[in-house]
């Protein structure tokens, strides 16, 4: 059991020699070579990622951009934190905001909407099983078709997500 237990230490920390040098040589390439990068660290967590699109969280007070990337089981959103709009943010209200670093599971979605957003079809509103929503905007229409294409199938009306009283 000892020489079992010695060997997956050996194992382990071969991979993680390796998962190093990897980086290194992926750190002294160009900008694509560190994008690649990123997409890796992505794919350590939930798999490949089948798209990557520059977006905006809409949230009560706070429009933070960011970048909404999804997976083939989960949807992430990283927010720039260089972003001058970003830094200009009260952080007693950033500490209300909820999805800044969000991630949400395909298994939790229940309903996805088209919204508008300052007069342009360019938003949508996913809602969650947990009873809460998320809204985000995007660029342009084309953005927001691949985005959907990109999502679970969901179903639209009564039947799924808020009932329509609501």
């Not at 995007?138 to 179903?155: E, H, I, M, N, W």
């Amino acid at each position: 059991e000892e020489d079992v237990v010695k060997s997956k230490k050996t194992f382990r920390s071969q991979a993680v020699v390796n998962q190093n040098a990897e980086t290194e040589l992926m750190l002294e390439g160009d900008d694509d070579a560190v994008s690649l990068l990123q997409e890796k660290e992505i794919d350590n967590l939930a798999g490949p990622v089948v798209l990557s699109t520059p977006a905006q969280l809409i949230a009560p007070v706070v429009v933070a951009k960011g970048t909404l990337s999804i997976t083939t089981t989960e949807i992430y959103f990283e927010v720039d934190e260089d972003d001058p709009a970003f830094k200009k943010i009260d952080s007693k209200v950033l500490a209300y905001t909820e999805g800044l670093h969000g991630k949400w599971m395909f298994s939790e979605i229940r309903a996805v909407f088209s919204r508008r957003y300052l007069l342009q079809n360019t938003a949508l509103e996913v809602f969650m099983a947990n009873r809460t929503s998320v809204m985000f905007n995007f660029p342009d229409q084309a953005t927001v078709k691949k985005v959907v294409y990109s999502l679970p199938r969901v179903g639209v009306g009564t039947s799924y997500g808020l009932p329509q009283a609501r």
